[in-house]
Each structure stands twice: as C-alpha cells, then as structure tokens.
C-alpha cells in the first residue's frame, strides 16, 4: 500500500501507483503531480507525468475507495494509445480488410469496450475466411461472398485444422452479437485464442505451399 496527497492536503492510502505509461505504453516509474476527489467521495483521480524523455505526457489515474478497508484501489489508467497490433504478413496479404477489422477490435478491448471489440473479432474472422477461401476457389467467389460464413467453412474450407478452429471461433464470435450466450464459460479471451490459432494455420498454409513450390 502507498499514500497520496490529496489537493486539500489529506493523505489517502492507495492499492498501487501507476507502474507503466499508458501513452507510450512502457513500464515506468510516474512522476505524481496532484490529486483530488471526484464529485462522489469514492472515487479519487490523480495526475502523473511521464517520466521518459521522449513521452513527457500526463495521464489521470482513477481510484474507487473500498469501505471494508478505507484503501482507495486503482481503477484504470487514462488516455491509453493502445500498442500498435500486428498482423502476419501472410494472411495480411490474403484479407486486407480482415487486418484492418482486427486492429480495430484489440484497439477497442484496450479502451475497454470489450462489448465492441468482440463484434469486431467476429467481423473480421468473416473477411478473413471469405477472402482465404475466395483465393482457393476464385471461380466460386460470388458463391462464397452470398453464402453465411458457416456454410463457407463447412463447404469450401479443406484444411481441417482451419475448418474446426474456424468453426469454434466462428461459435464464439456470435454469441458476442447474440442477447443469450451458448457459450457461456467461454469469453473474449478464447475467441481471441481461437482466432489467433485459424490465423496460425493458414499461415502455415501458406509458408509451406509457397516453399515447397520453390524447392521442387
């Protein structure tokens, strides 16, 4: 536990300080500048600064006060510049649009509208599948385009490890958009995994096919 002095000169105990910058997204000792308490008399915000040469910028911590314990206990840390997402070259390649929807989404869960970022996950799972198989069979492009996306796994996906992980993670994906989750011991997290795993696999795919073309 640590204290904080407050604007009108109390001493508050908090769970933590601040131990990274959520602008430059490094892990930091913050300089402290001031603190206050919110309209309501649970919530604190206190101002820091970063302490990097090249950052420099300020950020406002939240803390909620817990009565059990009478400790003020971080809540979140804002502005956030989420970390930039990457994308595999490969696939990148193969869906555009499916590397755009993704950064999109992790950039939403940073902001902590995870109820958003799990649409997004979804969406972009679509493009990916759609243009992976719209590559593997291009006479059947507008079939793929007009068909829902599970009977494009089940149709013209051949690989089975990308057709079983892109079914689940397509499973997951629309309980983020349905009012009543099938899913429920499942989360965010596991559509990631399960998004990162189909990603994994064509990947593969498509290292492999190219290699074994170069090394006849």
Same mark, same amino acid.
């Given at each position: 536990?640590?204290?904080?002095?407050?604007?009108?000169?109390?001493?508050?105990?908090?769970?933590?300080?601040?131990?990274?910058?959520?602008?430059?997204?490094?892990?930091? @000792?913050?300089?402290?500048?001031?603190?206050?308490?919110?309209?309501?008399?649970? =919530?604190?915000?206190?101002?820091?600064?970063?302490?990097?040469?090249?950052?420099?910028?300020?950020?406002?911590?939240?803390?909620?006060?817990?009565?059990?314990?009478?400790?003020?206990?971080?809540?979140?840390?804002?502005? $956030?510049?989420?970390? *930039?997402?990457?994308?595999?070259?490969?696939?990148? =390649?193969?869906?555009?649009?499916?590397?755009?929807?993704?950064?999109?989404?992790?950039? *939403?869960? *940073?902001?902590?509208?995870?109820?958003?970022?799990?649409?997004?996950?979804?969406?972009?799972?679509?493009?990916?599948?759609?243009?992976? $198989?719209?590559?593997?069979?291009?006479?059947?492009?507008?079939?793929?385009?007009?068909?829902?996306?599970?009977?494009?796994?089940?149709?013209?996906?051949?690989?089975? @490890?990308?057709?079983?992980?892109?079914?689940? *993670?397509?499973?997951?994906?629309?309980?983020?958009?349905?009012?009543?989750?099938?899913?429920?011991?499942?989360?965010? @997290?596991?559509?990631?995994?399960?998004?990162?795993?189909?990603? @994994?696999?064509?990947?593969?795919?498509?290292?492999?096919?190219?290699?074994?073309?170069?090394?006849?």
């Amino acid at each position: 536990m640590s204290k904080l002095q407050l604007d009108n000169g109390r001493a508050v105990e908090i769970s933590v300080y601040p131990d990274h910058c959520p602008i430059c997204n490094v892990g930091v @000792n913050p300089n402290f500048i001031t603190a206050m308490v919110c309209s309501r008399e649970e =919530d604190i915000d206190a101002l820091f600064v970063c302490p990097k040469n090249n950052c420099r910028r300020m950020f406002i911590a939240s803390y909620k006060h817990s009565f059990q314990t009478s400790t003020y206990y971080l809540r979140s840390v804002l502005p $956030c510049s989420p970390k *930039a997402v990457s994308v595999v070259q490969e696939v990148a =390649d193969i869906s555009p649009q499916y590397a755009e929807i993704f950064s999109q989404a992790i950039q *939403a869960e *940073a902001y902590g509208l995870g109820e958003v970022a799990g649409v997004g996950l979804r969406k972009s799972l679509e493009y990916l599948i759609k243009d992976y $198989c719209t590559l593997q069979h291009p006479d059947k492009e507008d079939d793929i385009k007009k068909r829902p996306i599970t009977q494009v796994i089940e149709s013209f996906v051949t690989n089975e @490890n990308i057709k079983q992980c892109a079914k689940r *993670a397509i499973w997951l994906g629309n309980d983020e958009t349905h009012y009543v989750r099938k899913w429920v011991e499942k989360d965010i @997290n596991d559509l990631k995994l399960l998004l990162q795993i189909t990603v @994994n696999w064509i990947q593969q795919e498509v290292i492999t096919k190219k290699l074994l073309e170069e090394m006849q």
